[in-house]
């Protein structure tokens, strides 16, 4: 019934074109729609949450570790329920990454706590023989940078309309209410900690990044 089509080269390729081009569309159409709902109860990361993701971004942790549980038994058994895409909403940029070298992060904050974090992060093999996670202790001394996870949130805000400060959802307020707010939620993660040298910083008003990177994957559910 087509054989004229294929002695048609033009109209044969635009053919071929109009069929893969709707096969693709069908596929990929309601991802992006799923991809800019977030699921029920997500809330935006606080300033402090941010400014640690920051530091997994400065620091490459996403070069060995992924977040992104896939649906098989052998990884929910272990990380817990597969991720699902309304889980991203609020991150930018996603850090699924491609290589894991360590572990999936995407639920770390379900099993891990404030001084295990502590612990690994000042000397992996203390807590996980054999680890070769590098350690992080610059992180200890070395100040989060909270003006520019404020300046972050301030713009997803105004640009992508991330519901900060709508009823019910993560507070983002003023500067200097947003400050305050990033040294509450520091001083109590402090209070978990053993280094004495980061709980005088948080008492005088710092904010070390071993702090906010505990901060963001405390959050991380
Ligand atoms: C060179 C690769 C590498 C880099 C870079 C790296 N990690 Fe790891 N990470 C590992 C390995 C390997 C393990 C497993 C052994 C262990 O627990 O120490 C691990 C384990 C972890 C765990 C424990 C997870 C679990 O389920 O037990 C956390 C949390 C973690 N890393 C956080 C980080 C953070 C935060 C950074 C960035 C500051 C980072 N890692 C950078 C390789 C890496």
């Known amino acids: 019934m087509f054989h004229w089509l294929e002695k048609q080269p033009f109209l ?17 159409v309601p991802d992006f729609a799923q991809a800019s709902r977030p699921i029920a109860g997500k809330q935006p990361y606080t300033v402090l949450q941010l400014a640690g993701r920051h530091v997994y971004i400065k620091d490459s942790c996403n070069a060995c570790h992924s977040q992104l549980i896939r ?20 991150d930018r940029p996603f850090l699924w990454g491609s290589k894991r070298t360590g572990p999936d992060l995407h639920r770390v904050g379900e099993y891990r706590t404030t001084d295990w974090h502590e612990n690994h992060m ?4 203390s807590v996980v023989p054999g680890s070769i ?7 200890f001394t070395q100040n989060a940078d909270i003006e520019t996870a404020y300046a972050e949130a301030l713009t997803v805000k105004k640009v992508f309309n ?3 400060d709508k009823e019910g959802f993560t507070k983002l307020g003023s500067w200097e209410e947003a400050k305050q ?8 993660i402090a209070a978990d900690m ?4 980061v709980k005088d910083a948080v008492a005088r008003g710092e904010i070390p990044e071993i702090v906010a990177i505990i901060a963001y994957m405390n959050g991380l559910h």
């Open 71 to 90: 649906p098989f038994k052998s990884e929910t058994d272990r990380y817990g329920p597969y991720s699902l895409s309304g889980e991203y909403a609020y």
């Open 133 to 139: 996670m590098p350690s992080y202790k610059h992180m």
């Open 162 to 164: 991330v519901p900060y």
């Open 194 to 197: 053993k280094n004495q040298d």
């Open 181 to 188: 707010s990033a040294l509450e939620e520091a001083k109590a």
């Open 122 to 125: 000042w000397e992996p093999t």
């Open 12 to 28: 044969f390729s635009v053919g071929v074109f109009l069929v893969i081009a709707f096969a693709g569309l069908i596929e990929i």
